[in-house]
């Protein structure tokens, strides 16, 4: 299953995320062969990633949106915990701090972006400027159809510095989100996680998902794709992510760089130490 | 066995690196026992990091120091590995840029320190600037003498924000580097991370084991202390730091925070919203 093509918003043809199913799982519902799949995945992942790191020649920015819920904590728990932290990081937009809002929305965000050689995962990015400033009428009509060419322009800047750029919608339903809802209160664990606001968001569900739709119709690019993956089943969703991701990797084709150096010569070198060890020198 | 006892380096006493062995292992030589205590202490620190993470109130800062091949990049590798990449980074330090260069030492160490919730990795760290250019004089014996002077004091600012820090060196004996450094030219994949340099650093090997020593006694603090890791075996390296970190974690005692709502409150929407949707409201 191809899940790269079958999930992505092809640029130009329009979607409507309220006709693409939350609960899809294209047949992958066996438990232990998905586990097994999300395994292989992983240390495929790791491989790239090693390759992506050494090459220091190109990134990955992996932009993560959903509605609260939505699984983006738990993406990145389940899916992008199996990078190196080493080259991986990983940072979330809150609400801006004054002197980030005294900046252009892209401020931020721009310096968040990966540089070479690194793999960067965006937990909420700069499309909450495109969807709760929406919702909540933050931005004006004129401003807000600026702000999507503004968006593919600064993914195309980045884009041209050698980043490719995969962007997931974690897509639920308006049920789903309740019951998850319901369970974290009925996890204490969990409390910390709560706030009213979960609630009073539920109301503008339908002002989101127009939003959502503008977003992916007007973003997602040849070379910044948008993916919607039906996220109520929650193994599904990973295994989903992790095959784009995977694909995406392989396509950036990262090589181990060529030795910087005369390998003859510092062969020599090597011997020549070897060589004073064994002729006597003490070692420390 | 407490590796965090045994392995510290105790504030006011002086240690030789030259006397502390490179390659004991205090009995843990079953490569299966080893292996399983490492998988279990991974699982404990994700589990403490996530803790951590939600608590939001304190920080930890590893930092990473060793000879070449003397197994930084493997401990984030295997060890540290096992963090999640969200509220964990890694940064490595390298030599200066001519922006950094116009600073203190400290501040692009500081810029990376850890915030509230997060695990940072120093790879290599201020401590360079107390070693390389201590060893290759870049710095005259009177700014040294500050310098230690100063990377406590910034340790104790870090230290009273809540930062917790642990310093590692992992130790290595020259003839394990120059194995190291043999079975990279063995493997083309790892040719290119071999430099000439390399080997024009080995014959400093006495002035770095003097510069360690004088970091390690000037500046193990009982609030940010270093602990020299016998780190020939690289698995018993691994288990030795993440015994280390485990213990340093417990410490913390991070605990998840309280519910910031009235769950009570919470729970009358939430049957608010599941009522809404029994009586009869359609759903999205």
Known sequence: MNFYDKLRVKPGRKVDVREISTSETFGWNDREKLEARLAENAKRMLELQYRIYAENRQSLLIVLQAMDAGGKDGTINHVL?????????????????PQEASHDFLWRIHAAAPGNGEIVIFNRSHYESVL?????????????????GFINDFEEILHSNRTTIVKFFLHISKDEQLRRFGERLDDKEKHWKISENDYTERDFWDDY?????????????????WFVIPSDHKSFRNLAVSEILVETMERMAPKL????????????????????????KKKK
Do not use: W
């Open 81 to 97: 915990y199996a990078m190196n932290p080493q080259g991986c990081r990983s940072h979330s937009f809150k609400v801006p701090t």
């Open 257 to 280: 760089p060529d030795a910087a150096i005369d390998v003859a010569h510092i062969r020599k070198l090597y011997y020549q130490n070897a060589g004073d060890k064994k002729s006597g």
């Open 132 to 148: 709760v400033e929406k919702v909540h009428g933050f931005v004006s009509g004129k401003q807000l159809e600026k702000r999507y």
């Open 209 to 225: 998902m127009d939003a959502f739709n503008l977003a992916l119709n007007r973003c997602s690019t040849k070379h910044a794709p």
